[in-house]
């Protein structure tokens, strides 16, 4: 018995992607966009947004490239408190240097803009914080964020993180309110600090 067969119409574009996309898996046309169908039958059936998913992973392969790893979040909290502990001012060094390494990976990325870019994958890596927010203007940076999760040891952690990354991309604090599970920062860009200051 013989398949029966559609005909559909789609942007010229796409059917370009999708044409050489099967001749690279050394699949007919047909079958690529057969492939294409079932997969998104099957997350739909699933109950997956196929976007979202895909977005997901992006998000996943970025923090991947960009050094991170998947970590149970108490052992992370308890690990940190540990080194906090035996190492304060050792810890905290560690952790302001791990936002410079960070953040010098946007500066010298080919982003159009690396503190957007910075902003929005440190938005997706941290899906643990219910409250994330870094607000930009042409002068000033505003990062809130609150997570009742969060233990004074990590809070303080963040912090000298987040400094690292804000004076790597030309910020001074210039005002901050830190308490357990609370991070307030504002900065200014240093020469204007400096002004002010």
Known sequence: MSEKRKTFVARQDLTKRISEMAKRRGYSLYDMVNEVFELTV?????????????????????????????????LWYDMTELAYKKAKSKTLKSWFNAGVWLAKRYVTSENADPFEAFKKDLEAFTWNTPEFN??????????????????????????????????????????????????RLKARKEAEADERG
């Open 42 to 74: 099957k997350a739909e059936d699933s109950g997956v947004n196929l976007r979202n998913a895909v977005e997901e992973l992006g998000v996943l392969k970025t923090a991947k490239q960009a050094g991170f790893i998947l970590c149970m979040e108490s």
């Open 134 to 183: 870094i607000e930009k203007t042409e002068k000033q940076v505003s990062v809130r964020i609150i997570s009742s999760r969060f233990p004074e040891s990590y809070t303080l952690l963040y912090e000298a993180f987040l400094k690292g990354v804000l004076e790597t991309f030309g910020y001074k604090t210039v005002d901050k309110e830190v308490e357990r599970g609370g991070i």
